[in-house]
């Protein structure tokens, strides 16, 4: 049975296949990071650059939970 979903072409499988590259390590790192950045701001009395670095985590850990998808399940 085929997929004809319109979302699916060529180009969302070639970013999936590139995607899939990285290591799910990577964003899990990046998450950490960046709440080891904020933590660091906050320290340091800068509220609002605390505030910005510390709303990467959500989006980090949502493309590691991508990437894992896309790892386990293909883009099939």
């Known amino acids: ?8 072409g060529q180009m969302t499988k070639a ?3 590139q995607t899939a ?7 899990l ?7 080891a950045l904020s933590v660091t ?3 340091m009395g800068k509220k609002h ?7 990467w985590v959500a989006p980090f850990l949502l493309l590691g939970i991508y990437n ?3 790892k386990t399940e293909g883009s099939e």
């Open 68 to 70: 894992k998808i896309v």
């Open 49 to 55: 650059d605390a505030l910005f670095v510390g709303q």
């Open 21 to 27: 590259k990285i290591p799910s390590v990577v964003y």
């Open 41 to 43: 701001f906050k320290v």
């Open 15 to 17: 970013i999936e296949n």
């Open 29 to 35: 790192s990046a998450a950490i990071a960046s709440i």
């Open 1 to 8: 049975m085929e997929n004809n979903s319109p979302g699916e």
